[in-house]
């Protein structure tokens, strides 16, 4: 006598719902699967052992590093206070943090070529302490910084807002000063979420294009003179879609199997 | 021990303001409130963790009104007793001795002690997540008294906790207060467990305080009807001194003459506790000076005990015992006789 | 005696937080800020005035509104299904779902190529109906809506969330079907968060600058043949930062004013 | 009116399975589990809002197992209220109708109806979130009710108000359901409100069924130490019966001998309810057959009545009215004697 309750018999919305969900999931997953697809491995491997390929790679990857090192450093605290405190101007400032992700990319490069070029103020003190920005690692650093910042606020932000802010009052009343309290109590409880904003952060650093290609075409970078990864791939596709293909997979597999694969260790061993 | 002094904070959409609190050393103290009423606020702002807008918290003579919380040794204990979920209980317990730069083996010592005291030795070394809610509540507590604070706050420790545990932890809460001597502030919505615990209930009402006295205190002499209705004094009701006789005041109840033992004049609000008036078949040959013919209108039956509304008119709630009940024989509409003394009416 | 809690005395934390917290604004908002009174009114109001340039302005805006409608359409559902099933599996779509985000925006466009180029099984049946994809409107809109359609699915997703399911049921055992229920119940509970995700998608979708200039460098739109604002800034600026500059002001002010503004009306009256 | 059939759900953890229940037409039916039971499941799967894996669901003689919940005509009203949050009073009273297609003036008409009811006609403009819990507990009845369904499914709908907001709306609920005949399903895990509210109860443990019966028979019989738990029967005990005597079962309980009307042999489990004995300072002459020197070794003030341990040993929880304590003068360390009869234990 065993059967399932009418419950389970999916209803027409639930049909329709599913259906347009998986259009959508098609349309975002087939473009990169068809890239990925479409060389051959051995296509793959030989375009990832050219020069100009891995120095890509590594500048690409490293410089994103950098800059959620830095935004770890400079964003964490700003994401705590937002969490934490309430004050006039808030939602403002949370429009601010927002504003990186909707400013087109190259006037998001111009824009930083007009604080941190060589004529302008940040310019100058980054020139005096003999650090260029203009075609170098460093100015590669700051476009990915300032375009991919906000995903770590927002995610370490939710983060802190998640921790029961009685369990830093309490640690308070044990004895534990708010330094202590914070590093014992807050930041291990919001771990998760920082460090999948960081994963996110490192590979929205990564996938910049608009704003780098105005700031470093190239960078020099360990001796070497590579674009990043997304440049590399506009530049090659001069060349045409064939010549581009490699390339774009090779990107696309580096940022897909990263992102995933730290983003499954960010959610590990919790539930869904 | 502590002193709350002229304490004002800002709770958004009100003040809690003019709150004086002087509680001894080793006093069991409840502050008692409706939610919303401010309690949690109430203690946070005691323990620095809320700002005050003005007035001066002292613990004996040393003011520490402007103490960062870490150095006022005040510990708390939330209602969902927010152990930190990434520790052990063992580590839990040992975080304020840890940051208090305890020694190793006077930490290990003092532990076992408070874990003694408190009864939870065999959970040392679970995470907070597998315990009950009874098991958190007592690692809480462990984590606060370790460190042997000066005055220990619980922000309604109990109502968590399912009525059988709740009773249980009550008892435990009282036994573990006579072994570690210390002040006790105490914040709940709940009367009853005011009566059970307090050595002294203050009651909280529009940001301000209602009463301060005795459990006996609130039962008997409530000061206004909003701590009347608190207390669960279910009989409230209005009438006019008509006047007096035999020494005792008459008071129309819409008919009724009640006899009172008060001073009051002209129109009244007064109020009877249920426990204070006796059911009977026959009329009572008793001292008492109010008895009255009336017909059972509701009964609402507790298990133990069985609440019986008597409508002379008005209706009157009185409570019985079940065993009571089963010998009277009570059902809706039956003829009772209600006696109660002149004494048990209390006008505000 | 009125005097304050030592609480309000902001600690050594606080002041340290809120120094590194303002850093990291400054970063955020002096760059877009000095680009834009880098241009006097004048220089602006004139520079819009060229047909470039409010060509640019219409196609950019008009192609991401279409981008963010045909997201709602099919975003929408499929971020009710998210937030109201568990299923296996549930974590990888999510990840996928995020995927436009962190693959190089270059290789974006080269994946956008390879599923809706004329040679492949999308845009075969694209042309076959009459609609071109390489260097056309519809490009354009394809590519906005890949790279920024995440932020709508997410957005509506944790709105959903936020709606009580028990609503939703009670409206059920109250004669309401699943259909009703949702657009009656749900839509509206959850429209906050829907309209302020669409709002950052479509913000998103005129700051995608990587993906478009693969697919379409110009496109043929209402009998003129712009750049988006985000290909013209770049293309004005390897005429010099001076050239690009009162563009990428215009591009800066837009989007940030109208995501500010749009935003507001999201979260008008209620709490921060 | 309602039948429920070998009804099995699958709650995660585990499974709530063999549920059989007829619920009369006009029945109070509550269902009485502790938190986690299962209780809101159970009513979410009669009103087809959760799978059922086995099992069948009827209303009179339709089955209506397989039906979409918008088709069942069951009601169903949840803790918190859940109002529609961006509608009126009104307009939430008036959603069912409206989804029925009812005709405007007839939906008007209801709705008056219910709302004198019910007694929030002043209430219908406001918005669902300046409402107090007990107005929003009402309208959530209201809306449930309008449609007239066949059955109402209550879960937990008091446990969220506070105390004196509670036996109000306990006794507001006696009220509506006696003037809307129609079959009640209520969900709680707080004992005295099923004793105060049901017909029958049923006592939800690990999944299964564990007693159905009336609440005479809970406090009277309970199946299991587990529902005698429940039932606050504050007296568990273990003894060994040793012989019969006087046609009483003698239970030796670690050296007292108490004397029972049970056939149990053995270790036995037993079961004695708090008002069920009697205290008094004197030894009573009485027919109970069970009367012992104890001594008072602790006092549980609540207000009303308070509960007194006495230790003989063992331990005997007592339930006595504020002023019979006072007139017994009762404190710590008193001796007292305790009598009860016979049938009052219970052996499991």
């Given at each position: 006598?065993?059967k399932?309750?009418?419950?389970?018999?999916?209803?027409s919305?639930?049909?329709?719902?599913?259906?347009l969900?998986?259009?959508?999931?098609?349309?975002i997953?087939?473009?990169?699967?068809?890239?990925?697809?479409s060389?051959?491995?051995?296509t793959?491997w030989?375009?990832?052992?050219?020069?100009?390929?891995?120095?890509?790679?590594?500048?690409?990857?490293?410089?994103?590093?950098?800059?959620?090192?830095?935004?770890?450093?400079?964003?964490v605290?700003?994401?705590?206070?937002?969490?934490?405190?309430?004050?006039?101007?808030?939602?403002?400032?949370?429009a601010?943090i927002?504003?990186?992700?909707?400013?087109?990319?190259?006037?998001?490069?111009?824009?930083?070529?007009?604080?941190?070029?060589?004529n302008?103020?940040?310019?100058?003190?980054?020139n005096?302490?003999?650090?260029?920005?203009?075609?170098?690692?460093?100015?590669?650093?700051?476009?990915?910084?300032?375009?991919?910042?906000?995903?770590?606020?927002?995610?370490?932000?939710?983060?802190?807002?998640?921790?029961?802010?009685?369990?830093?009052?309490?640690?308070?009343?044990?004895?534990?000063?708010?330094?202590?309290?914070?590093?014992?109590?807050?930041?291990p409880?919001?771990?998760?979420s920082?460090?999948?904003?960081?994963?996110?952060?490192?590979?929205?650093?990564?996938?910049?294009?608009?704003?780098?290609?105005?700031?470093?075409?190239?960078a020099?970078?360990?001796?070497?003179?590579?674009k990043?990864?997304?440049?590399?791939?506009a530049?090659r596709?001069?060349?045409?879609?064939?010549y581009?293909?490699?390339v774009?997979?090779?990107?696309?597999?580096?940022s897909?199997?990263?992102?995933?694969?730290?983003?499954?260790i960010?959610?590990?061993?919790e539930k869904? | 021990?502590?002193?709350?002094?002229?304490?004002?904070?800002?709770?958004g959409?009100?003040?809690?303001q003019?709150?004086?609190?002087?509680?001894?050393?080793?006093?069991?103290?409840?502050v008692?409130?409706?939610?919303?009423?401010?309690?949690?606020?109430?203690?946070?702002a005691?323990?620095?963790?809320?700002?005050?807008?003005?007035?001066?918290?002292?613990?004996?003579?040393?003011?520490?009104?402007?103490?960062?919380?870490?150095?006022r040794?005040i510990?708390i204990?939330?209602?969902?007793?927010a152990?930190?979920?990434?520790?052990?209980?063992?580590?839990?317990?040992?975080?304020?001795?840890k940051?208090?730069?305890?020694?190793?083996?006077e930490?290990?010592?003092?532990?076992?002690?408070?874990?003694?005291?408190?009864g939870?030795?065999h959970?040392?070394?679970?995470?907070?997540?597998?315990l009950?809610?009874?098991e958190?509540?007592?690692v809480?507590?462990a984590r606060?008294?370790?460190?042997?604070?000066?005055?220990?706050?619980l922000?309604?420790?109990l109502?968590?906790?399912?009525?059988?545990?709740?009773?249980r932890?009550q008892?435990?809460l009282?036994?573990?207060?006579?072994?570690?001597?210390?002040?006790?502030?105490?914040v709940?919505?709940?009367?009853?467990?005011?009566?059970?615990?307090?050595?002294?209930?203050a009651?909280?009402?529009?940001?301000?305080?209602?009463q301060?006295?005795?459990?006996?205190?609130?039962?008997?002499?409530?000061?206004?009807?909003?701590?009347a209705r608190?207390?669960?004094?279910?009989n409230?009701?209005?009438?006019?001194?008509?006047?007096?006789e035999?020494?005792?005041?008459?008071?129309?109840?819409?008919?009724t003459?009640?006899?009172?033992?008060?001073?009051?004049?002209?129109e009244?609000?007064?109020?009877?506790?249920?426990?204070?008036?006796?059911i009977?078949?026959?009329?009572?040959?008793?001292?008492?000076?109010?008895?009255?013919l009336?017909?059972?209108?509701?009964?609402?039956?507790?298990?133990?005990?069985?609440?019986?509304?008597?409508?002379?008119?008005?209706?009157f709630?009185?409570i019985?015992t079940?065993?009571a009940f089963?010998?009277?024989q009570l059902?809706?509409?039956?003829?009772v006789?209600?006696?109660?003394?002149?004494s048990?009416?209390?006008?505000?």
């Amino acid at each position: 006598m065993t059967k399932m309750s009418g419950w389970k018999k999916p209803d027409s919305m639930s049909i329709v719902f599913i259906l347009l969900g998986a259009i959508m999931l098609l349309f975002i997953f087939a473009p990169p699967l068809k890239t990925v697809f479409s060389s051959s491995p051995g296509t793959l491997w030989n375009t990832l052992l050219e020069e100009d390929v891995y120095s890509s790679v590594l500048l690409t990857i490293f410089a994103a590093l950098t800059a959620t090192l830095i935004g770890l450093f400079l964003g964490v605290p700003l994401a705590y206070v937002l969490a934490r405190h309430q004050f006039r101007g808030k939602r403002f400032v949370e429009a601010i943090i927002d504003v990186p992700i909707v400013i087109p990319h190259s006037a998001a490069g111009v824009a930083l070529l007009f604080v941190f070029g060589s004529n302008f103020l940040f310019g100058k003190i980054l020139n005096g302490i003999g650090i260029g920005f203009f075609r170098s690692f460093t100015g590669v650093v700051i476009a990915m910084m300032f375009v991919s910042v906000p995903f770590l606020i927002d995610a370490a932000k939710e983060g802190f807002k998640a921790v029961d802010v009685r369990l830093e009052k309490v640690a308070r009343t044990l004895g534990a000063s708010a330094w202590k309290s914070f590093f014992r109590i807050s930041l291990p409880l919001a771990w998760r979420s920082i460090f999948s904003g960081s994963v996110l952060m490192w590979a929205r650093g990564l996938s910049e294009f608009g704003a780098i290609i105005i700031i470093a075409y190239s960078a020099s970078f360990l001796g070497w003179s590579p674009k990043v990864l997304p440049v590399l791939v506009a530049n090659r596709f001069d060349f045409g879609l064939d010549y581009a293909g490699p390339v774009a997979a090779i990107a696309i597999l580096i940022s897909i199997i990263t992102f995933i694969v730290l983003r499954s260790i960010a959610y590990r061993g919790e539930k869904a | 021990m502590i002193s709350i002094k002229n304490l004002k904070v800002n709770l958004g959409d009100f003040f809690l303001q003019n709150i004086n609190l002087d509680i001894e050393p080793g006093e069991y103290f409840i502050v008692l409130g409706p939610t919303g009423a401010g309690k949690t606020v109430l203690l946070e702002a005691i323990a620095g963790l809320y700002p005050v807008l003005e007035g001066e918290v002292w613990i004996g003579d040393r003011e520490i009104t402007d103490l960062s919380p870490e150095k006022r040794e005040i510990g708390i204990v939330y209602q969902d007793q927010a152990l930190f979920p990434h520790l052990s209980v063992e580590k839990n317990i040992a975080f304020g001795l840890k940051m208090r730069k305890c020694p190793k083996n006077e930490a290990k010592a003092k532990i076992d002690a408070i874990v003694e005291v408190v009864g939870i030795s065999h959970l040392l070394k679970r995470s907070p997540a597998t315990l009950s809610g009874g098991e958190k509540q007592k690692v809480a507590l462990a984590r606060a008294l370790v460190t042997e604070p000066k005055v220990l706050l619980l922000d309604e420790p109990l109502s968590a906790l399912d009525p059988e545990t709740r009773e249980r932890m009550q008892r435990e809460l009282r036994e573990i207060h006579s072994r570690v001597e210390l002040s006790v502030i105490h914040v709940t919505h709940d009367f009853e467990e005011a009566i059970a615990l307090g050595h002294r209930v203050a009651v909280l009402n529009d940001g301000c305080i209602a009463q301060i006295g005795t459990p006996e205190e609130f039962l008997r002499r409530p000061s206004s009807e909003f701590v009347a209705r608190f207390a669960l004094t279910r009989n409230i009701l209005s009438g006019r001194v008509t006047g007096i006789e035999n020494g005792c005041t008459l008071i129309d109840i819409g008919g009724t003459k009640l006899r009172a033992t008060t001073e009051a004049n002209g129109e009244v609000r007064l109020s009877l506790r249920p426990e204070d008036i006796f059911i009977s078949k026959e009329p009572l040959q008793s001292t008492a000076r109010n008895c009255f013919l009336g017909v059972v209108s509701d009964i609402a039956d507790r298990g133990s005990v069985i609440y019986v509304t008597v409508n002379l008119p008005p209706d009157f709630v009185c409570i019985i015992t079940r065993q009571a009940f089963d010998e009277l024989q009570l059902g809706k509409g039956a003829e009772v006789w209600i006696t109660f003394k002149a004494s048990a009416i209390h006008v505000f």
